[in-house]
């Protein structure tokens, strides 16, 4: 069973489309980074939560941290072809320093 | 000025070789960690290392063995290299892992 579910694992939207992918687990996590990658190359950290409830803004890109430092999400407005990717949640868990990943999402965006 | 430095790119190899991915960065962070990537793109982390010191070890099979020379290099050395060895091996680096940590841009081995 995996630690973090991240979900859906696969989304293909029009253009100006608004999406929302979620990061699920029992566990509580010291902190909550979001990453995308692109083919061919390594994660790229796009975010990190570090306190329960936090919300951060990054242009077009909304991410959450659940109160309980269980879950996660990202909210993606009016989606662009450039926001296709493949998105990834990964948590610390406070005493291993481990990064665990969840399964990721591709997220194509057709123009 | 590539942050972390991964060579080489690409890695064919016959089953029973045994070769070596190197792994430089120039952040001065402490910890560095080896991550597989496998083909449905699930990264599982392999190996962290704090200023040369093996913190994380995971489930793998000891013909993986990582060796970090100084804080800023991390090497991964496989022996005996088997099919299911096949995969993308990303290296990274981070301060304090709660604020993130920096990739470099794989190694993807196959082995034939």
């Known amino acids: 069973t995996q630690l973090l579910e991240q979900s859906p694992q696969f989304l293909s939207i029009q253009e100006g489309e608004n999406l929302t992918v979620y990061c699920n687990s029992s566990?509580?996590?010291?902190?909550l980074q979001w990453y995308r990658q692109e083919p061919g190359e390594g994660p790229v950290l796009l975010v990190t939560?570090?306190?329960?409830?936090e919300v951060k803004k990054l242009k077009r890109l909304t991410f959450q941290f659940g109160d309980a430092r269980k879950d996660s999400s990202l909210h993606i407005t009016a989606a662009q072809p450039g926001d296709t990717g493949l998105y990834l949640c990964?948590?610390?868990?406070?005493?291993?320093?481990?990064?665990?990943f969840g399964q990721g999402t591709t997220l194509q965006v057709k123009p | 000025d590539t942050a972390v430095s991964q060579t080489p790119k690409y890695l064919v190899t016959q089953m029973g070789n045994d070769k070596s991915i190197k792994c430089e960065q120039n952040?001065?962070?402490?910890?560095m960690y080896w991550y597989k990537q496998d083909s449905k793109k699930f990264l599982k982390i392999m190996f962290s290392?704090?200023?040369?010191?093996?913190?994380i070890n995971e489930t793998v099979p000891n013909r993986f063995s990582p060796k970090s020379p100084d804080k800023a290099h991390l090497n991964l050395h496989i022996n005996s290299l088997e099919l299911g060895d096949s995969a993308v091996y990303f290296c990274?680096?981070?301060?304090?892992?709660?604020?993130?940590?920096?990739f470099g841009s794989g190694t993807r081995l196959t082995v034939v």
């Open positions: 990964a948590g610390v868990r406070g005493n291993t320093g481990k990064l665990i």
């Open positions: 990274a680096s981070s301060q304090d892992g709660n604020y993130g940590y920096t």
């Open positions: 290392y704090n200023n040369k010191e093996l913190i």
């Open positions: 939560v570090v306190t329960g409830g």
């Open positions: 566990s509580v996590f010291s902190s």
């Open positions: 952040l001065g962070h402490d910890t």
